[in-house]
Structure formats: C-alpha cells, structure tokens
C-alpha cells in the first residue's frame, strides 16, 4: 500500500519506481523514508524510527532554510556521537532482521525515519543509513524524503503544500491523479518489455543452437 495523502507528482513517480523497478524478484526490496512527525505517520511503512533526540538544525539561523540533502546540515547532524550511534544500532538490527523478513516471504521492507518537521534530521540520516546498507550490507535500497523540496539551496520552499499539491483545497488531487497515470504508462512500458524479452527468449536459444 502507498500511502499518497501528501505526495506530489513526482514524489510518486519516485515511489512508484522504487517499488516496481525490476531485479532479481527473491531480493527483499528496500525503501528507507524520512517523514515528519507533525504530517503525521507514513501509512507505508513497516518499521519507523523517532530522531527527535537529535539537536534540531531548525533552530540554527544558518541552516533553517536548507534541507538535510545538504553538506552542511548532514555535517552538522552527523557530528553528534548520538546520531552514529543510531546508525550503528539500526544497521546492526536491520542485518539479522531483513534476513529474517526475507525468509517469511516479504517482499518490500519500508523503513521510515522521522523527526519534527521531515526536513532535516531524517533526511540526513536516511541518506547515511542508506548508504550503509548499500556498502556494508550489499542490499539494494531505495530512499525517499516524503516532507523535504527535491532542492536544498535554501532559495525557495518546494514543499508539497508550497506548490499546491501536498493540501486539501489547493490543486493536489489533479496533480495527483496526473502522477498517477505517468506512473501506470511507465510501469506498463516495464512490464511490456518484460512481456516481449521472455516471449521472445526461447527464439533466441534456438538461433544460438
């Protein structure tokens, strides 16, 4: 399930290619999310970890308009021995979890990050854990920032609501239906190439005896 309350459209094409992207179909699926607390809780998500106990980049007037997508407010929330200390903890539960998840057949695991607004402790340490799984674990991960602008120059604010397409009344269900039919041609287009290479494998064994 996706949950697509504040999505815009192309936080769901992210989504929706993270989700359907092809690979090796035994390969338990991974998505590591940031959200904010104030948005509310991803209803996606199966395990969701709290980092509100981290200094919070908000309050520092240098880095209140800039995203954790930027060097300088990872740095400043990586700098704190509390937040490699939450990563080291959650790669080392996630190492004999997802093995354990994969072996009850599930297919997609999502884990969701969040502080107060989703703009900054999250993102930054979605982006490390990610990383860590991909290095040190060998696993394919995908990341998402559902309540963080896709920019992080700090010149606009590219929130969903800012755009008109994360709040009621303001123009998010057309965007958002638009979102959803660009993501339905391109998962048909994926599933029609699919169609076509196996149909057309057993031609190709052949011309190769």
Known sequence: MIDTTELNTHQLK???LAL???GDRDTLRIAVESFGFKHGLPMDADIVMDVRFLPNP????????FTGLSEEVSDYVLRHDDAEHFVSDVVAMLSWQIPAFSREGKSYLTVAIGCT?????????????AS????????????FHRDSPWECDGSADLR???LGLGMPGRGRRPALYAGI?????????????????R???PFAVAADA
């Open 14 to 16: 992210a989504k929706l």
């Open 20 to 22: 359907f992207e092809t």
């Open 58 to 65: 908000h309050w520092e007037e240098g880095l209140r308009e």
């Open 117 to 129: 607004g989703g703009r900054h402790r999250s993102v930054a340490l979605v982006n490390v854990l």
């Open 132 to 143: 860590f799984l991909r290095d040190q674990l060998k696993m394919t991960v995908s990341t």
């Open 160 to 162: 969903p609501g800012s």
């Open 181 to 197: 039919v660009e993501g339905i041609s391109l998962l048909a287009a994926r599933v029609a190439l699919l169609t076509a290479d």
């Open 199 to 201: 149909a057309l494998a």
